[in-house]
C-alpha cells in the first residue's frame, strides 16, 4: 500500500502541468504498473517467511503431571503441552490401577459463575484428549473450582496466568 | 350514552360493595423525585421509672433507619416529644413508645401519632427477649409503611450470603441490615450462589460438601439437609420459581454447560438449552413464564432471555464484551447484570427491550451479584470498594450506597421475598 501511494505521488509530480484528462489516463497506466511492483514485493516478503520453531516443553517423567495453563477467558489447550497429554495417557494406558482427577481453575477476573462453568469446560477439554488417547472415561475424574482456589492471590498477569490452569491428581 | 351510565352504576355499586367490605383503599403515585414524607421518631421512654437497665438495642434508632432504607421518608430523630418543634420543621407524622421489662421479656408499645391531632394511626405491643428487640423494631417499621403507603416493607426480610472462612466457604443468612449473621452450614467445604425458596424458608446452593459440586437444600429452621442432584458433575445458580415451584439451574451433567429445570425436590430434571455454549445463571421472571441467563455463543458472555421452556431466546444486552448475573425486578420491569471493564464489575440496569442500559456503579472497587429487594426498591450486591467483600445496599436507581457488613468476607448475596 506505501509502495502504491509513494509510485503514486511520484506520478502525480511527474505529471504537474499537463491537462486534467492526461493526469488521469497517467494515473491509471501507473497505477496499473505499480499494483506489479507490489505484488512482487509482498510476494519476497512472504517467500522469507517466519521462523517457527516447534516450543516443545520438556518435561521430566516424573513432573508429567504438572498443571497446563490457559489463556484469559479460553479453555483451548495449546499444542505445546499435546505430547505431554499423549505421556500421560500413555502412563495411565499402562498403569490401569490409578484415576486422574482432572480439576479446573480460573483466574480472578470473572464472574464467579461463568469462572465455575469456564472451569469445568478447561478441565473437560484436557479430559477429552486424554479419551481421544484412549484413557476409559470412568477413571478420569472432572471438577471445576472457578475461581475459588487460586495459587496466587496478588492482583497483575502474572498471577492471573498462573490461576488460569488445569491441575492433575493421580489417585490410586 | 346509555351503555355508559350503566357502566358508571356497575362501578358505583362494585366501589361500594367494596368500601362496605371495610377495605382499606391506597394509591401510590410513582415518579421520580417525589417527596419523601416527614416524620419524626422519638426515643422510646421507659413506662415505670424502674424499667431495669437500659435496653442494649434501641428499637427507635432501628426503626429510624429502616424508615431511612426504605426510601419514603426524610426521618428526624428526637430524644423527646416536642410537638411545637414538629410542627415547626413540617413533620406530619412522629413514631414514639415506651418500653418495660416482665420477667426475661421486654415489652414494646410503639405508634404512629399524628403530630397536629396527636391522634393514633397505628400501635402495635411486641413482648419479645431482648436478643430480638431488632426483630420487634423491624416488623414495627413494616407496619408504619404499611399505614403510611399501603406497601409491604422490606425490614423484615432478610438477605442469604456466602462468607469466607479460609479455604472453605459457608452459606450464612443475615436481617437486611446486615445485622445477626448466622451460619447455615458448617461443612468446612465450598458453599456456593445460595438462593431463597419462595416461602423463605429454606435456601438451595451449591456445595462441594461430598466431593462434587451439587445443589442442596438446607430449612433455615429445622437445619435438614437434602441432595437435590445427583450427578457428580458440575451444578450450580439455582433461582425457584414461585408459580410453579420449579428450581432452574446449570449443570454440566451432559457434557457442555446447559440450564436445567427440576422440581423442588430433584424430581422430573428437564433440559432447556441445547448447544455447545456455556449457558448458566437462569433467573425466573417473577410470573414465572420467562428465564433470563447467561450464554457465551457469541464468544463471550451476554444476558439473553427465554420462555421457561427453553424457547423464544433473545438477546438482551449488546454493550460490553463480557456481561453476567442477571436478576429480574420484582416487577418485572427490568433485569439488573454485571459487567466487566478492566478487570472489574459495575452494575447495570436495563428493560427487557434491551433499552434504557443505566449503570449503578462506577470507579469503586468491584461490583458484584446484585439482587432485588422483594419490593424492587432497593438492590443489595457485594463490593471490594473497602478492600475486602464486603455487602451494600442502594436504590434501585443508584442512588444512597450504603455498606451494611463490614467482615470483609461476604459475597453472592440474594434478597429473600417478603416476610407474611
Given at each position: 500500500?506505501?509502495?502504491?501511494?509513494?509510485?503514486?505521488?511520484?506520478?502525480?509530480?511527474?505529471?504537474?502541468?499537463?491537462?486534467?484528462?492526461?493526469?488521469?489516463?497517467?494515473?491509471?497506466?501507473?497505477?496499473?504498473?505499480?499494483?506489479?511492483?507490489?505484488?512482487?514485493?509482498?510476494?519476497?516478503?512472504?517467500?522469507?517467511?517466519?521462523?517457527?520453531?516447534?516450543?516443545?516443553?520438556?518435561?521430566?517423567?516424573?513432573?508429567?503431571?504438572?498443571?497446563?495453563?490457559?489463556?484469559?477467558n479460553?479453555?483451548?489447550?495449546?499444542?505445546?503441552?499435546?505430547?505431554?497429554?499423549?505421556?500421560?495417557?500413555?502412563?495411565?494406558?499402562?498403569?490401569?490401577?490409578?484415576?486422574?482427577?482432572?480439576?479446573?481453575?480460573?483466574?480472578e477476573r470473572g464472574s464467579q459463575e461463568y469462572n465455575?462453568?469456564?472451569?469445568?469446560?478447561?478441565?473437560?477439554?484436557?479430559?477429552?484428549?486424554?479419551?481421544?488417547?484412549?484413557?476409559?472415561?470412568?477413571?478420569?475424574?472432572?471438577?471445576?473450582?472457578?475461581?475459588?482456589?487460586?495459587?496466587?492471590?496478588?492482583?497483575?498477569?502474572?498471577?492471573?496466568?498462573?490461576?488460569?490452569?488445569?491441575?492433575?491428581?493421580?489417585?490410586? | 350514552?346509555?351503555?355508559?351510565?350503566?357502566?358508571?352504576?356497575?362501578?358505583?355499586?362494585?366501589?361500594?360493595?367494596?368500601?362496605?367490605?371495610?377495605?382499606?383503599?391506597?394509591?401510590?403515585?410513582?415518579?421520580e423525585?417525589?417527596?419523601?414524607?416527614?416524620?419524626?421518631?422519638?426515643?422510646?421512654?421507659?413506662?415505670?421509672?424502674?424499667?431495669?437497665?437500659?435496653?442494649?438495642?434501641?428499637?427507635?434508632?432501628?426503626?429510624?433507619?429502616?424508615?431511612?432504607?426504605?426510601g419514603?421518608?426524610?426521618?428526624?430523630?428526637?430524644?423527646?416529644?416536642?410537638?411545637?418543634?414538629?410542627?415547626?420543621?413540617?413533620?406530619?407524622?412522629?413514631?414514639?413508645?415506651?418500653?418495660?421489662?416482665?420477667?426475661?421479656?421486654?415489652?414494646?408499645?410503639?405508634?404512629?401519632?399524628?403530630?397536629?391531632?396527636?391522634?393514633?394511626?397505628?400501635?402495635?405491643?411486641?413482648?419479645?427477649?431482648?436478643?430480638?428487640?431488632?426483630?420487634?423494631?423491624?416488623?414495627?417499621?413494616?407496619?408504619?409503611?404499611?399505614?403510611?403507603?399501603?406497601?409491604?416493607?422490606?425490614?423484615?426480610?432478610?438477605?442469604?450470603?456466602?462468607?469466607?472462612?479460609?479455604?472453605?466457604?459457608?452459606?450464612?443468612?443475615?436481617?437486611?441490615?446486615?445485622?445477626?449473621?448466622?451460619?447455615?452450614?458448617?461443612?468446612?467445604?465450598?458453599?456456593?450462589s445460595?438462593?431463597?425458596?419462595?416461602?423463605?424458608?429454606?435456601?438451595?446452593?451449591?456445595?462441594?460438601?461430598?466431593?462434587?459440586?451439587?445443589?442442596?437444600?438446607?430449612?433455615?429452621?429445622?437445619?435438614?439437609?437434602?441432595?437435590?442432584?445427583?450427578?457428580?458433575?458440575?451444578?450450580?445458580s439455582?433461582s425457584?420459581?414461585?408459580?410453579?415451584?420449579?428450581?432452574?439451574?446449570?449443570?454440566?451433567?451432559?457434557?457442555?454447560?446447559?440450564?436445567?429445570?427440576?422440581?423442588?425436590?430433584?424430581?422430573?430434571?428437564?433440559?432447556?438449552?441445547?448447544?455447545?455454549?456455556i449457558e448458566s445463571s437462569p433467573c425466573y421472571s417473577p410470573?414465572?413464564?420467562e428465564i433470563t441467563f447467561t450464554s457465551d455463543r457469541t464468544g463471550n458472555p451476554q444476558v439473553y432471555i427465554m420462555?421457561?421452556?427453553?424457547?423464544?431466546?433473545r438477546r438482551l444486552t449488546f454493550e460490553g464484551k463480557y456481561n453476567d448475573a442477571p436478576t429480574w425486578s420484582p416487577k418485572g420491569d427490568k433485569i439488573t447484570y454485571i459487567s466487566l471493564e478492566k478487570a472489574r464489575f459495575d452494575i447495570y440496569t436495563v428493560d427487557l427491550e434491551g433499552s434504557n442500559v443505566k449503570r449503578l456503579t462506577q470507579e469503586n472497587g468491584s461490583n458484584e451479584h446484585p439482587s432485588f429487594s422483594?419490593?424492587g426498591r432497593l438492590l443489595v450486591f457485594s463490593s471490594t470498594r473497602?478492600?475486602?467483600s464486603?455487602l451494600y445496599l442502594m436504590g434501585a436507581d443508584g442512588t444512597d450506597q450504603t455498606?451494611?457488613?463490614?467482615?470483609?468476607?461476604?459475597s453472592s448475596p440474594e434478597w429473600?421475598?417478603?416476610?407474611?
Open positions: 500500500m506505501t509502495v502504491v501511494g509513494f509510485l503514486l505521488a511520484a506520478c502525480v509530480s511527474a505529471f504537474k502541468g499537463t491537462k486534467k484528462g492526461d493526469l488521469l489516463d497517467g494515473r491509471q497506466q501507473l497505477k496499473g504498473a505499480a499494483r506489479e511492483v507490489h505484488e512482487i514485493k509482498v510476494a519476497e516478503e512472504e517467500g522469507n517467511g517466519r521462523d517457527l520453531r516447534w516450543r516443545e516443553e520438556i518435561v521430566p517423567e516424573d513432573s508429567l503431571f504438572q498443571d497446563i495453563y490457559f489463556e484469559y479460553r479453555s483451548e489447550i495449546d499444542t505445546t503441552v499435546l505430547s505431554r497429554l499423549v505421556r500421560m495417557a500413555r502412563r495411565m494406558n499402562t498403569d490401569k490401577g490409578v484415576t486422574l482427577r482432572i480439576e479446573g481453575h480460573c483466574d465455575l462453568a469456564l472451569g469445568e469446560r478447561r478441565a473437560a477439554a484436557a479430559a477429552l484428549y486424554l479419551g481421544r488417547l484412549g484413557v476409559e472415561s470412568v477413571r478420569l475424574e472432572i471438577i471445576s473450582f472457578g475461581e475459588e482456589r487460586p495459587l496466587d492471590r496478588s492482583e497483575n498477569e502474572a498471577a492471573y496466568a498462573k490461576n488460569r490452569r488445569v491441575h492433575f491428581e493421580v489417585k490410586p | 350514552m346509555r351503555y355508559l351510565l350503566l357502566v358508571a352504576m356497575m362501578l358505583i355499586c362494585f366501589s361500594s360493595l367494596l368500601l362496605g367490605a371495610g377495605e382499606d383503599l391506597f394509591i401510590e403515585v410513582e415518579s423525585g417525589i417527596q419523601k414524607m416527614e416524620i419524626g421518631v422519638i426515643a422510646f421512654q421507659p413506662k415505670q421509672a424502674e424499667s431495669g437497665p437500659p435496653l442494649t438495642g434501641a428499637p427507635w434508632t432501628v426503626v429510624a433507619t429502616d424508615l431511612r432504607f426504605s419514603r421518608f426524610n426521618v428526624t430523630e428526637f430524644s423527646v416529644l416536642d410537638t411545637a418543634e414538629l410542627h415547626r420543621k413540617n413533620i406530619a407524622v412522629f413514631i414514639d413508645g415506651k418500653w418495660s421489662r416482665e420477667g426475661e421479656k421486654v415489652v414494646l408499645d410503639c405508634f404512629v401519632h399524628d403530630a397536629f391531632t396527636l391522634s393514633q394511626i397505628t400501635g402495635k405491643q411486641y413482648s419479645v427477649r431482648e436478643k430480638d428487640v431488632r426483630r420487634a423494631s423491624h416488623l414495627f417499621s413494616d407496619e408504619a409503611v404499611f399505614r403510611l403507603f399501603g406497601e409491604k416493607g422490606i425490614a423484615s426480610t432478610r438477605i442469604v450470603c456466602v462468607a469466607q472462612f479460609g479455604k472453605a466457604k459457608e452459606i450464612c443468612i443475615m436481617d437486611y441490615d446486615g445485622y445477626n449473621l448466622t451460619r447455615l452450614t458448617s461443612n468446612n467445604q465450598l458453599n456456593l445460595p438462593c431463597f425458596s419462595p416461602d423463605n424458608k429454606s435456601v438451595v446452593y451449591t456445595s462441594y460438601r461430598q466431593g462434587t459440586p451439587a445443589l442442596y437444600k438446607t430449612g433455615i429452621y429445622t437445619g435438614k439437609t437434602v441432595r437435590l442432584t445427583t450427578n457428580n458433575r458440575l451444578n450450580f439455582p425457584w420459581s414461585s408459580v410453579d415451584d420449579r428450581i432452574a439451574f446449570a449443570s454440566t451433567m451432559n457434557g457442555d454447560c446447559d440450564i436445567y429445570t427440576m422440581d423442588a425436590d430433584g424430581g422430573a430434571m428437564k433440559r432447556i438449552t441445547m448447544g455447545g455454549a410470573n414465572g413464564y420462555d421457561n421452556e427453553g424457547t423464544h431466546i422483594p419490593d473497602a478492600g475486602g464486603d455498606r451494611i457488613t463490614f467482615t470483609g468476607n461476604l429473600s421475598g417478603y416476610y407474611e
